[in-house]
């Protein structure tokens, strides 16, 4: 028999997205996009069922038109006999008050409760899964599935041990180590909390399908659900790319830049109408280079989906502080921003001083 599901998690349906400003609200509405293309692509490859590794909402505790919509996509996925699994995961915990408690969901949708990993059967496909109810949990501590003809899948919102979660904006919650995930005898683990798509190597085949709309500028360009289908023992994995908008951070070094022509000529090659652009500009430029960052986002704005440009230059470390007019300014101003604690004021510190001898040169 084949049999084909799709993998799925942290959509965190609901995310704010302030960083994004006036254009929050659109990309909250980009994630809802997203969710109904994934219920499209269940239908369009006849998948047997949709897995949830867990943040499918932000909070526990979503509006009621939220879970309204969500609700509407499951039936959906009911009208075609397609079943959905569900993991909750540490942004929307199974608890007293939880979306999981206070909505009745369509017949198709198996909504794990329990602690330890609980197996649900359908037609040839048992899937093992549990609630999120503490961040302690070890979820496949010594756990081991029966021997079954039917394809074995485990569905968790978990940390494997090897990853570095430094680099994620969250900690590693419920720890799962490689050798639980070599003796699980799964046939596939589907893992929710990681959001980037990543295999795990192991015995056991084991993918985290990562968020299929970005979230923030820590996660790649393309995000992806991932297709997986089962024959005779056989596990084929496929990443469906998904995401409407594109987040990138570009860090350029400035210091041999006497001019923005240089910043300009990156901002006209990279535009693009669905990309979330961050430009972090680095380095000692000489203090011929005039920048005015307002000015710049003003001109390409209207390129991008959204444009944040990050002011990180830092004054030339050879700045002559002799007894001119010039030279006090540059002695005055640096003994204060060498005083002050405060980056921000720091930086408008460093702004003023570059600005100031601009003016005494005569090139402003």
């Known amino acids: 028999m084949d049999i084909k599901l799709v993998h799925t998690s942290d959509l965190h349906l609901g995310a704010t997205f302030k960083v994004l400003g006036d254009k929050s609200k659109l990309h909250r509405n980009d994630c809802h996009d997203v969710f109904s293309n994934i219920t499209n ?25 939220l879970v309204k919509f969500v609700i509407n996509e499951f039936e959906r996925l009911n009208q075609e006999k397609i079943t959905v699994f569900i993991s909750s995961g540490n942004h929307d915990p199974y608890k007293n008050g939880s979306v ?57 919102h978990g940390s494997i041990t090897d990853i570095n979660w430094n680099e994620q904006p969250e900690a590693g919650y419920r720890r799962i180590t490689k050798t ?24 056991t085949k084991c993918f985290y399908s990562g968020t299929p709309e970005p979230l923030t500028f820590k996660n790649k360009k393309d995000c992806s659900v991932i297709l997986v289908s089962y024959n005779s023992g056989n596990v084929i994995v496929k990443p469906i790319k998904t995401n409407i908008r594109e987040f990138e951070t570009l860090e350029i070094d400035c210091t041999n830049f006497e001019s923005d022509s240089e910043i300009r000529k990156i901002l006209e090659k990279n535009k693009d109408k669905n990309k979330v652009l961050r430009l972090v500009l680095k380095g000692l430029p000489s203090l011929d280079l005039n920048l005015d960052v307002e000015l710049l986002k003003k001109e390409f704005d209207e390129n991008y989906f959204f444009l944040k440009i990050d002011d990180n230059i830092h004054l030339p470390e050879n700045l002559t502080e002799d007894e001119t007019i010039r030279g006090n300014l540059i002695r005055l101003i640096k003994a204060e921003i060498e005083k002050e604690k405060d980056s921000e004021k720091k930086k408008r510190l460093e702004n003023s001083l570059r600005i100031g001898i601009g003016y005494l040169d005569k090139k402003l």
Do not use: M
């Not at 897995?51 to 009621?64: M, N, R, S, V």
């Not at 899937?127 to 968790?156: C, H, M, Q, R, W």
């Not at 005898?185 to 015995?203: C, M, P, Q, R, T």
């Open 41 to 65: 692509l269940c239908i369009k490859e006849q998948v047997k069922a949709l897995l949830i590794g867990g943040d499918l909402f932000e909070t526990a505790e979503p509006q009621k038109s």
């Open 180 to 203: 639980d995930l070599d003796n699980c005898n799964l046939d596939y683990v589907a893992l929710g909390h990681f959001h980037d798509i990543l295999e795990i190597k192991s015995k």
């Open 100 to 156: 999981w408690l206070e909505y009745r969901f369509p017949s198709n949708v198996i909504i794990f409760d329990t602690p330890d990993l609980e197996a649900k059967e359908i037609d040839g496909l048992t899937v093992y899964g549990l609630a999120y109810l503490n961040d302690t949990k070890e979820p496949l501590k010594g756990f081991k599935a029966k021997d079954s003809d039917n394809f074995k899948v485990g569905l968790i």
